[in-house]
């Protein structure tokens, strides 16, 4: 795509979360379809108004690589099936033991804590029935996808991996080593693997996954160091989430270890190096540079 005749970042997000959610409406079973309760809790979540900046990722890197696109909707909305889940899980009282969620109450508080559990449990699964459907998409394709997000999504080094990691290090000395052995695996490996089932998608040769992983790296751990500096400064309402519960549950996060001022001195390292692995894709990989950005500098 040549940079002159891109469209403003602000309408490339509404094209692109349009995308995601005719994508989502089209897998998800309806809120009518029996039994009502746990269609209407997943959908709750859902489409409470989330970012989508998985299934874009996603979607970009495809297109970066460029060799197969049709139908990539589909399989990026996956993502957001296991990111929510992951979200509905996170807030339970077991867990964060949270009452605000994109600026809605949480799906345990609406539905009750059996039914916010089975709806995390129902977008999980429902993630690898579509990646196992995807029309049109040569099995070996589908089988590497599959295994993709299943290992982003595990215990080893997948995003339970950090979750554990988070709940363990609550009462454990803020360390570096802790620190990015926890968001390396409960932020980074999903975020990282967005770009490599793009990537998987399309047909990518080894050396552009292994470009793409990279930036998947560099974009996972900026991200999770703007959220651990956001959690500090920004309100409640800013955020659509309760703000301040990082240090109110004593979790190792990049200011506590680092500071505030190196933190953000770290996002931006990370945002540098993300652009650098780019380089070979030229402007193909226009909007995922945009997006590179757009994860370092948002307010929310």
């Known amino acids: 795509m040549s940079t002159t005749t891109v469209v403003p970042l602000s309408e490339y997000m509404r094209e692109q979360v349009k995308l995601a959610d005719e994508a ?77 969620r994109r600026g809605r109450p949480t799906n345990h508080v609406v539905f009750g804590e059996a039914m916010a559990v089975l709806a995390g449990d129902a977008l999980l699964t429902l993630s690898f029935e579509v990646l196992a459907k995807l029309p049109g998409v040569p099995a070996e394709t589908r089988a590497a996808l599959v295994l993709e997000l299943a290992s982003s999504a595990g215990t080893v080094e997948g995003m339970i991996a950090g979750q554990v990691r ?64 956001l959690d500090m400064e920004e309100s409640s309402e800013a955020l659509g989430k309760t703000a301040g519960k990082d240090a109110a549950q004593h979790k190792i996060t990049f200011p506590a270890v680092y500071g505030l001022d190196a933190s953000r001195r770290m996002a931006e390292a990370e945002l540098t190096a993300a652009h650098e692995t780019l380089a070979r894709f030229g402007d193909r990989a226009y909007w995922l540079h945009q997006l590179a950005d757009l994860i370092v500098h948002r307010k929310t």
Do not use: W
């Open 24 to 100: 989502l409406h089209r897998v998800v079973p309806a809120d009518s379809h029996s039994p009502e309760t746990i269609h209407k809790a997943m959908r709750y979540s859902l489409f409470a108004g989330g970012k989508r900046v998985r299934p874009m990722l996603c979607m970009e890197a495809c297109r970066a690589v460029g060799r197969r696109v049709e139908g990539i909707e589909t399989a990026a909305c996956t993502l957001e099936l296991v990111h929510t889940y992951s979200l509905i899980h996170d807030d339970l009282p077991a867990i964060d033991n949270d009452d605000l």
């Open 166 to 229: 988070d709940i363990e290090g609550e009462k454990a000395e803020p360390t570096p080593e802790r620190l990015h052995a926890i968001h390396r695996a409960k932020t980074g490996a999903l975020l990282r693997a967005s770009v490599r089932m793009g990537a998987i998608y399309a047909g990518a040769t080894p050396d552009e996954l292994d470009a793409l992983s990279r930036y998947g790296e560099h974009v996972g751990l900026a991200f999770q160091i703007v959220d651990d500096i």
